[in-house]
Protein backbone atom coordinates (compact mmCIF):
# COMPACT_ATOMS: atom_id res chain seq x y z
CA UNK A 1 0.00 0.00 0.00
CA UNK A 2 1.62 3.29 -1.28
CA UNK A 3 2.06 5.92 1.66
CA UNK A 4 0.31 8.39 2.37
CA UNK A 5 1.86 12.00 1.61
CA UNK A 6 1.42 13.35 5.11
CA UNK A 7 2.87 10.45 6.43
CA UNK A 8 6.20 11.20 4.03
CA UNK A 9 6.01 14.78 5.28
CA UNK A 10 6.04 13.62 9.32
CA UNK A 11 9.10 11.41 8.91
CA UNK A 12 11.21 14.20 6.91
CA UNK A 13 10.06 16.68 9.61
CA UNK A 14 11.41 14.12 12.49
CA UNK A 15 14.56 13.09 10.70
CA UNK A 16 18.03 14.81 11.72
CA UNK A 17 20.48 15.51 9.64
CA UNK A 18 22.03 11.74 9.60
CA UNK A 19 18.80 10.53 8.81
CA UNK A 20 18.25 12.46 5.59
CA UNK A 21 20.29 10.35 3.09
CA UNK A 22 18.26 7.38 4.05
CA UNK A 23 15.07 9.65 3.33
CA UNK A 24 16.45 10.77 -0.24
CA UNK A 25 17.30 7.12 -1.01
CA UNK A 26 13.76 5.82 -0.01
CA UNK A 27 11.63 8.63 -1.54
CA UNK A 28 13.34 10.48 -4.54
CA UNK A 29 11.98 7.90 -7.20
CA UNK A 30 8.48 9.09 -6.09
CA UNK A 31 7.21 11.36 -9.04
CA UNK A 32 4.28 12.33 -6.73
CA UNK A 33 4.49 16.34 -6.35
CA UNK A 34 4.70 16.93 -2.67
CA UNK A 35 7.24 13.60 -2.15
CA UNK A 36 9.23 15.74 -4.79
CA UNK A 37 9.47 18.68 -2.43
CA UNK A 38 9.97 16.95 0.62
CA UNK A 39 13.17 15.06 -1.42
CA UNK A 40 14.18 18.84 -2.56
CA UNK A 41 13.98 20.39 0.77
CA UNK A 42 16.19 17.34 2.33
CA UNK A 43 18.56 17.67 -0.40
CA UNK A 44 18.67 21.32 0.31
CA UNK A 45 19.26 20.64 4.32
CA UNK A 46 21.84 18.35 3.32
CA UNK A 47 23.60 20.27 0.98
CA UNK A 48 23.20 23.35 3.05
CA UNK A 49 24.95 21.10 6.54
CA UNK A 50 28.09 19.95 4.50
CA UNK A 51 28.46 23.61 3.45
CA UNK A 52 28.71 24.80 6.50
CA UNK A 53 31.15 21.63 7.71
CA UNK A 54 33.27 22.52 4.94
CA UNK A 55 32.84 26.50 6.03
CA UNK A 56 33.59 26.01 9.56
CA UNK A 57 36.39 23.55 8.91
CA UNK A 58 38.18 26.40 6.87
CA UNK A 59 37.87 29.05 9.99
CA UNK A 60 40.02 26.19 11.78
CA UNK A 61 42.78 26.66 9.89
CA UNK A 62 45.15 28.61 13.06
CA UNK A 63 43.79 26.07 15.48
CA UNK A 64 44.96 23.68 13.44
CA UNK A 65 48.13 25.49 12.67
CA UNK A 66 49.21 26.03 15.96
CA UNK A 67 47.60 22.43 17.33
CA UNK A 68 50.99 21.84 19.25
CA UNK A 69 49.26 24.48 22.02
CA UNK A 70 47.49 22.59 24.84
CA UNK A 71 45.00 25.61 25.40
CA UNK A 72 44.13 27.96 22.31
CA UNK A 73 42.67 31.14 23.16
CA UNK A 74 39.93 33.34 20.80
CA UNK A 75 40.34 36.93 21.98
CA UNK A 76 37.65 39.79 20.69
CA UNK A 77 35.72 43.04 21.64
CA UNK A 78 32.61 44.45 21.49
CA UNK A 79 31.60 48.28 22.07
CA UNK A 80 34.83 50.36 20.98
CA UNK A 81 32.53 52.48 18.62
CA UNK A 82 29.24 53.19 21.17
CA UNK A 83 28.36 56.91 22.73
CA UNK A 84 27.35 54.84 26.01
CA UNK A 85 27.93 51.46 28.02
CA UNK A 86 31.32 49.56 28.23
CA UNK A 87 33.41 47.87 26.43
CA UNK A 88 33.51 44.17 26.31
CA UNK A 89 35.92 41.47 26.01
CA UNK A 90 35.45 37.79 25.38
CA UNK A 91 37.96 34.84 25.78
CA UNK A 92 37.12 31.33 24.60
CA UNK A 93 39.36 28.22 24.64
CA UNK A 94 37.38 25.77 22.68
CA UNK A 95 38.28 21.88 22.84
CA UNK A 96 40.23 20.68 20.28
CA UNK A 97 37.50 18.67 18.67
CA UNK A 98 35.16 21.67 18.61
CA UNK A 99 32.08 20.59 16.29
CA UNK A 100 29.93 23.58 16.52
CA UNK A 101 28.24 25.15 13.51
CA UNK A 102 27.47 28.55 12.60
CA UNK A 103 29.86 30.06 14.55
CA UNK A 104 31.01 33.43 12.41
CA UNK A 105 31.73 37.64 13.25
CA UNK A 106 29.18 37.90 15.73
CA UNK A 107 27.83 40.92 13.43
CA UNK A 108 27.08 38.40 10.52
CA UNK A 109 24.80 36.80 13.00
CA UNK A 110 20.83 37.31 13.54
CA UNK A 111 20.14 37.99 17.74
CA UNK A 112 18.69 34.87 18.04
CA UNK A 113 21.40 32.91 16.32
CA UNK A 114 24.02 34.80 18.75
CA UNK A 115 22.18 34.36 21.70
CA UNK A 116 21.71 30.09 20.49
CA UNK A 117 25.26 29.91 19.82
CA UNK A 118 25.78 31.85 23.30
CA UNK A 119 24.53 28.81 25.21
CA UNK A 120 26.32 26.21 22.89
CA UNK A 121 29.76 28.00 23.46
CA UNK A 122 28.87 28.42 26.97
CA UNK A 123 28.30 24.64 27.51
CA UNK A 124 31.13 23.33 25.24
CA UNK A 125 33.63 25.83 25.95
CA UNK A 126 36.98 24.28 27.92
CA UNK A 127 36.72 27.94 29.66
CA UNK A 128 35.35 31.65 29.20
CA UNK A 129 35.95 34.97 30.28
CA UNK A 130 34.75 38.24 29.87
CA UNK A 131 36.42 41.60 30.34
CA UNK A 132 34.39 45.03 31.22
CA UNK A 133 35.74 48.55 31.45
CA UNK A 134 33.17 51.60 32.53
CA UNK A 135 32.71 54.29 30.36
CA UNK A 136 34.39 56.85 33.35
CA UNK A 137 37.63 54.42 32.49
CA UNK A 138 37.62 54.86 28.61
CA UNK A 139 37.31 58.32 29.34
CA UNK A 140 40.28 58.22 31.65
CA UNK A 141 42.53 56.26 29.64
CA UNK A 142 40.93 55.87 26.20
CA UNK A 143 39.30 53.15 24.04
CA UNK A 144 42.15 51.65 22.50
CA UNK A 145 43.33 51.34 26.26
CA UNK A 146 40.54 50.23 27.94
CA UNK A 147 39.90 47.74 24.59
CA UNK A 148 43.39 46.17 26.12
CA UNK A 149 42.38 46.58 29.99
CA UNK A 150 39.02 44.24 29.09
CA UNK A 151 41.30 42.13 27.46
CA UNK A 152 43.85 41.18 29.80
CA UNK A 153 40.96 41.38 32.11
CA UNK A 154 38.97 38.47 30.30
CA UNK A 155 42.36 36.49 29.50
CA UNK A 156 42.74 36.59 33.86
CA UNK A 157 39.89 35.07 33.65
CA UNK A 158 40.22 31.92 32.26
CA UNK A 159 40.97 28.79 33.15
CA UNK A 160 43.17 26.81 32.62
CA UNK A 161 45.55 29.82 31.31
CA UNK A 162 46.00 29.63 27.78
CA UNK A 163 49.25 29.18 25.94
CA UNK A 164 48.30 30.84 22.99
CA UNK A 165 46.06 33.40 22.34
CA UNK A 166 44.69 34.34 18.74
CA UNK A 167 43.57 37.87 18.44
CA UNK A 168 41.03 39.99 16.10
CA UNK A 169 43.68 42.27 14.28
CA UNK A 170 45.44 43.51 17.71
CA UNK A 171 48.56 42.39 20.05
CA UNK A 172 47.73 43.42 23.46
CA UNK A 173 50.18 44.99 25.67
CA UNK A 174 51.61 43.57 29.06
CA UNK A 175 50.71 40.05 28.29
CA UNK A 176 53.11 37.85 28.51
CA UNK A 177 51.48 34.59 26.41
CA UNK A 178 52.35 34.42 22.87
CA UNK A 179 49.96 36.37 20.63
CA UNK A 180 48.92 35.34 16.81
CA UNK A 181 46.53 38.95 15.68
CA UNK A 182 44.44 38.20 12.25
CA UNK A 183 42.91 40.61 10.35
CA UNK A 184 39.06 40.48 10.54
CA UNK A 185 40.17 37.28 13.12
CA UNK A 186 36.30 36.65 13.49
CA UNK A 187 36.13 35.51 10.19
CA UNK A 188 38.94 33.65 10.19
CA UNK A 189 39.00 31.58 13.29
CA UNK A 190 36.30 29.93 15.34
CA UNK A 191 37.75 30.60 18.71
CA UNK A 192 38.33 34.52 18.06
CA UNK A 193 33.98 34.25 16.94
CA UNK A 194 33.09 32.58 19.90
CA UNK A 195 34.81 35.43 21.94
CA UNK A 196 32.97 37.51 19.15
CA UNK A 197 29.66 35.92 20.23
CA UNK A 198 30.20 35.92 23.90
CA UNK A 199 30.81 39.78 24.39
CA UNK A 200 28.39 40.65 22.44
CA UNK A 201 25.80 39.23 23.42
CA UNK A 202 26.90 40.23 27.16
CA UNK A 203 26.70 43.72 26.30
CA UNK A 204 23.35 43.90 24.25
CA UNK A 205 21.81 42.20 27.46
CA UNK A 206 23.64 44.96 29.81
CA UNK A 207 22.48 47.61 27.43
CA UNK A 208 18.97 45.97 27.52
CA UNK A 209 19.05 46.40 31.35
CA UNK A 210 20.72 49.91 30.89
CA UNK A 211 17.16 50.87 28.73
CA UNK A 212 15.37 50.01 32.04
CA UNK A 213 17.12 52.60 33.73
CA UNK A 214 17.26 54.92 31.16
CA UNK A 215 13.98 54.48 28.83
CA UNK A 216 14.54 57.65 26.91
CA UNK A 217 17.57 56.85 25.30
CA UNK A 218 16.46 53.95 23.08
CA UNK A 219 19.39 51.60 24.39
CA UNK A 220 17.69 48.41 24.07
CA UNK A 221 17.60 48.88 20.60
CA UNK A 222 20.78 50.94 19.75
CA UNK A 223 23.08 49.49 21.80
CA UNK A 224 24.40 52.75 23.01
CA UNK A 225 25.31 53.56 19.32
CA UNK A 226 24.72 56.67 18.00
CA UNK A 227 21.25 55.91 16.29
CA UNK A 228 19.03 59.51 15.68
CA UNK A 229 16.98 58.93 18.74
CA UNK A 230 19.60 58.56 20.83
CA UNK A 231 20.96 62.01 19.45
CA UNK A 232 18.32 63.61 19.75
CA UNK A 233 17.46 62.16 23.35
CA UNK A 234 21.51 63.69 24.35
CA UNK A 235 20.17 67.11 23.37
CA UNK A 236 17.05 66.87 25.16
CA UNK A 237 17.63 65.60 28.53
CA UNK A 238 21.59 65.30 28.35
CA UNK A 239 24.19 62.50 29.28
CA UNK A 240 23.12 59.54 31.99
CA UNK A 241 26.64 58.28 34.14
CA UNK A 242 26.78 55.98 31.49
CA UNK A 243 27.65 57.94 28.51
CA UNK A 244 31.83 58.53 27.11
CA UNK A 245 32.08 61.95 28.38
CA UNK A 246 35.15 62.00 25.57
CA UNK A 247 32.81 60.61 22.60
CA UNK A 248 29.93 63.37 23.14
CA UNK A 249 31.46 66.56 23.60
CA UNK A 250 30.46 67.49 20.05
CA UNK A 251 27.07 66.14 20.31
CA UNK A 252 26.11 68.01 23.99
Not at 90 to 113: F, H, R, T, W
Not at 163 to 181: E, F
Amino acid sequence: MEQKIGEIKSIFQAADLTELPAFINTYESDERAGVVTLVKKAQKQLSDYEKECRRIEKMKEFENKYEDYSFICGIDEVGRGPLAGPVVAGAVILPKDCNILYLNDSKQLSEKKREELYEVIMEKAISTGLGFVSPQRIDEINILQATYEAMREAIGKLDPMPDLLLNDAVTIPKVSIRQIPIIKGDAKSISIAAASIIAKVTRDRLMVKYDEVYPEYGFASNKGYGANMHIEALKKYGPTPIHRKSFIKNIV
